[in-house]
């Protein structure tokens, strides 16, 4: 997606930028030039433009939420469904959409498996408690069962390694479409650009989704965006607990990022 984040600004030879307009939101200011320099429509100096401009976080976050808003007007939606696991990702992308939409067009789907962790329940509990939004709970432990059952049935052959985990990943990919497709929600996908950059993601799973917030953010700017949101809302929104957890897909026993990926930090660098 497109994101203009305004911004439109003046300059003089000498004095460098001398009016900057403000940025994320719609506004119109006119400027006249008079010997040389840029002056107000009143006829006074514009005001002294910071050189540091936002901090990047801070303009992360309002380009996200600017994106989301512009999106779902012009496509006609009014709240958003996201797949909680209990993961940095969905956990940071429902509280871009609470700030963005409010917590009452946000709803939460925790779909936990044979192999999820205790915490991923708990840890999506306490975010969407602390959130405000509704959260589902849809476990697709059955239905995992059902269809492996039925595949080894029609084809000879159990289903293993990583066809069982992205049956997983699709299981989940598909309840929420349903839930968009049975409420009018919104599905927002949760993938980062470390993740989807490598192809560490499922295909018609996770990926699935009208739109993408994280997208354009690598999985260690996941991580200091999260805790600029518990900053600048004066509280712990997102659990450290959710912060502080290795990151897994948890569609394995004991499954860990790191055991596929080197460490994000590693990762992010070279991606770069």
């Known amino acids: 997606q497109v994101v203009y984040d305004g911004a439109s600004f003046a300059a003089e030879p000498e004095a460098g930028v001398v009016f900057e307009a403000p940025r994320f939101v719609e506004d119109l200011r006119t400027l006249r030039f008079d010997n040389g320099h840029f002056l107000t429509a009143d006829g006074n100096a514009p005001a002294r433009v910071s050189a540091e401009g936002l901090p990047i976080m801070e303009f992360y976050r309002q380009q996200i939420l600017l994106g989301l808003k512009d999106y779902a007007r012009r496509c006609g939606f009014k709240q958003v469904v996201v797949g909680s696991s209990g993961g940095i990702d969905s956990a940071l992308t429902l509280a871009l959409a609470v700030d963005a939409l409010g917590a009452d067009n946000v709803v939460g789907i925790t779909m936990p498996s044979s192999y999820s962790s205790a915490g991923s329940v708990d840890d999506s509990v306490l975010l969407c408690r602390n959130l405000g939004i509704k959260l589902y709970e849809h476990p697709i432990k059955e239905l995992v069962t059902t269809y492996a059952r039925q595949f080894e049935a029609s084809f000879g052959e159990p289903l293993k390694g990583l066809a069982l985990e992205n049956l997983q990943a699709r299981a989940r990919g598909t309840t ?44 260690t700017e996941v991580f200091e965006l999260s805790r600029h949101i518990n900053r600048h809302a004066g509280r712990e929104l997102i659990p450290q607990a959710i912060i502080d957890k290795p990151p897994s897909a948890e569609l394995a026993p004991g499954q860990k990022d790191e055991d596929s990926l080197p460490p994000y930090a590693v990762l992010d660098e070279i991606l770069k």
């Open 176 to 219: 929420l479409m349903e839930f968009s497709n049975a409420f009018g929600h919104l599905l927002l996908t949760t993938g980062n650009k470390s993740e989807v950059s490598v192809g560490y993601c499922t295909l018609y799973g996770d990926t699935n989704g009208g739109l993408g917030l994280l997208g354009d953010l690598y999985k």
